[in-house]
Every structure is written in C-alpha cells, then in structure tokens.
C-alpha cells in the first residue's frame, strides 16, 4: 500500500498530529469516523496513517474485508505511553483515567492499567 506521498512534508505532519490527537482521544477509530471528524479526504488520511505505521506510532487494530475505509486504526503501546507520561500530571488527564475507570466500574468490569492496555 506504498504511495508517492501527495501532500507536502508540513502539511504531512500536521495530519500525522491530527491522526495522533483523533486517536489518542477516541481510542481505536476507521478511517470514516476519522473523516468525519477531521473532515479531510480519506486519501490523504490513509496517507498520514501508512506513514504513522511505517513508523510504528499506529497499528491496523482490526483490518475491514471490503472497505479499508472501515478498518480500525489504534495507537501503539509505545506511543500511549508517552503520550500518557506527558500529560499524567495535568488534571484532564487525571479527569480522563477516573471517567474511564468509572465507566469500567459501572458495566461490571475489572479495573485495568489503562496504560498498557490493549498492546501492539
């Protein structure tokens, strides 16, 4: 799934931080609901995901048969992790791990390392 990159290299990654951002905050997410909420074409969303890939920042989480509009793009261990570790100390992400936990709680679940779940 090589591609002549079509976007030029800033604009490339300010995608890449915008695929980051999207994924860090909704978890797991296919190219179409990253569509709809960044509002960029799916071509070049694929374009920024291949290279996020190459660079083992996202993995394929859950590969669509059909559509690869569909398939579900996650981030990798390594990168939730820094993520996480950039912003453990500020208050909406202390705010985030209790909802999360919170959440788990209420549907009957055990609580979890939020942070090292689910690996690549």
């Known amino acids: 799934m090589s591609t002549i990159s079509k976007l030029p290299k800033e604009e490339l990654l300010r ?3 915008e695929l980051l951002h999207s994924l860090w905050h909704d978890g797991a ?3 179409l609901r990253l569509e709809q909420r960044l509002g960029r074409p799916p071509e070049e969303l694929l374009e920024g995901l291949e290279d996020l890939m190459r660079r083992e920042y996202v993995y394929l989480h859950w590969p ?3 559509n690869p ?3 579900v793009y996650y981030l990798t ?3 939730r992790k ?3 570790e950039m912003f453990k100390e500020t ?3 202390r705010m985030k791990v209790f ?3 919170l959440c788990r709680e209420e549907e009957g679940l055990p609580p979890r390392d939020l942070l090292n779940a689910p690996t690549a």
Do not use: D
């Open 99 to 101: 909802w999360e936990l």
């Open 82 to 84: 820094r993520i996480a």
């Open 64 to 66: 669509a048969l059909h």
């Open 69 to 71: 509009l569909q398939s």
């Open 91 to 93: 208050p909406r992400y």
């Open 15 to 17: 995608l890449e931080a």
């Open 29 to 31: 997410a296919s190219v």
């Open 77 to 79: 261990t390594k990168v």
